[in-house]
């Protein structure tokens, strides 16, 4: 028996620390930085986005181009019979030239400027493909963070539910209480069940959202969301608009694509003038005696130009009607986002006032009250001055009480994520923090 005890406890040292460190595996809060960090690392979408940015770049430089020369190698005037024969007739020889086109004046600094608004458009939409990414990041995490505390409360509430339980049974069998009690009390837990399933489920999908913007294995855990304190935007309505408008990335898009489609309808307006043909060719010949005359064989040399006729007016008042709806396109988009993002900014900090107001209402007010509720509640129901639907509505009063502070929080959080994209910048960098 000794022998037995021994070995026994010998296990149990044994395992001792694998339990311990079983135990200590715990996922670290996850850092939001980081998370944003990563997502724009790894994503994807926004490594395409980049591609394109750059695929546009290149175009740029030979937008402005010239075309390539030509060269030209003849045989003129040669007998078909001895084609290679050149001192036959005076008229043979041996031709070498070199042809330029060149577009009229102004057109190839124009098209680099189309592609150049072109390719700025893609670099400011890639700048506010990071803005949307970012906040989406920051939704799906402070919607982990309210889900977490969800979660709490829910076991909170399971615990005092049995609770609930073990009470109403035992005055049931003391002839205290009613057997109705014990029932209600059985389905108030499995709604906090029910709930809690749901709640589990909604963190598995924030997780996937979270694993699929950061491109990582969809099963990748994530870990806790840390408690945070509200930040104070001290910009006022005003300044947020000058600041969207001089930072926000698609308000430098839409206007790169307005001076694209400016300097298109110039393009298209030089399209009346003629573009040239500049050419030089070197005649060689051989000297030439025949019965009739001695030719002694000068080298010869021409010089000229070709252009078109821009006669085809019906083609060209096209191109600029086109290039003019486009650039009224681009005002008005640009009109639209501006517009969109002023509302943004009026409807962001309503709602941002309204949330703190409702936080601070929640911790000062509502939340410490309904706990004092239920504790006078709980009291009362054992000493039967209470009834038992009492002591549930004050249980879940303050359920719905916390429940609307966390999602508060949460809310405001991610309502400054959405302000803080219309914006284009971090407010919470030179902001103010109330707890």
């Not at 740029?60 to 078909?80: C, F, H, R, W, Y």
């Not at 920051?138 to 609930?164: C, H, M, P, R």
């Not at 929640?362 to 001055?385: C, D, F, H, N, W």
Request: net charge positive; hydrophobic share 40%.
């Amino acid at each position: 028996m000794k022998r037995f005890s021994a070995l026994a406890l010998l296990m149990l040292f044994s395992l001792w620390p694998a339990r311990i460190k079983a135990e200590e595996v715990k996922l670290q809060p996850e850092n939001l930085t980081a998370l944003v960090a990563a997502a724009l690392a790894n994503n994807p979408e926004l490594k395409a986005s980049e591609s394109r940015w750059q695929m546009f770049a290149s175009k740029v430089k030979p937008a402005g181009a010239l075309d390539d020369p030509m060269i030209m190698l003849k045989v003129q005037n040669t007998p078909a019979r001895q084609p290679f024969v050149f001192n036959k007739d005076t008229q043979s020889a041996r031709v070498i030239g070199i042809s330029q086109q060149l577009p009229f004046w102004g057109k190839r600094g124009l098209r680099r400027d189309v592609a150049r608004y072109e390719a700025d458009s893609y670099h400011w939409a890639f700048e506010e493909r990071k803005l949307e990414l970012t906040r989406m990041i920051k939704e799906s995490y402070y919607q982990i963070w309210a889900v977490d505390k969800g979660l709490e409360i829910v076991s909170k509430n399971l615990k005092i539910l049995t609770d609930f339980v073990t009470i109403t049974e035992l005055k049931y069998s003391v002839g205290q209480g009613v057997q109705q009690d014990i029932f209600k009390a059985g389905l108030e837990k499995s709604k906090m069940l029910d709930m809690q399933i749901t709640l589990q489920q909604q963190r598995k999908s924030l997780e996937a959202t979270i694993n699929y913007l950061l491109c990582r294995p969809g099963n990748s855990p994530v870990g806790p969301v840390a408690d945070f304190t509200l930040p104070l935007v001290t910009l006022s309505r005003e300044q947020l608009n000058t600041a969207a408008l001089d930072q926000r990335p698609q308000i430098k898009s839409l206007s790169s694509l307005e001076n694209k489609a400016e300097a298109s309808h110039r393009l298209a307006r030089k399209e009346y003038y003629p573009d040239f043909n500049l050419s030089a060719e070197y005649m060689i010949r051989d000297a030439v005696s025949t019965e009739m005359a001695t030719d002694p064989g000068d080298n010869m040399v021409s010089i000229g130009v070709t252009f078109n006729l821009p006669v085809q007016q019906g083609k060209r008042q096209a191109m600029v009607a086109e290039s003019t709806f486009e650039q009224k396109m681009a005002t008005e988009e640009l009109n639209t986002l501006k517009n969109n993002i002023s509302y943004t900014i009026n409807e962001s900090l309503a709602q941002l006032e309204r949330r703190r107001k409702l936080v601070e209402l929640y911790k000062g007010g509502l939340v410490p009250q309904a706990k004092q509720s239920l504790e006078s509640s709980l009291i009362g129901y054992r000493v039967g001055k209470v009834d038992f639907l009492t002591l549930l509505d004050s249980r879940m009063n303050l359920f719905n009480y916390e429940r609307e502070l966390y999602e508060s929080q949460a809310d405001y959080m991610m309502k400054l994520a959405q302000l803080e994209a219309a914006i284009g910048t971090d407010l919470t960098a030179a902001s103010q923090t109330s707890k």
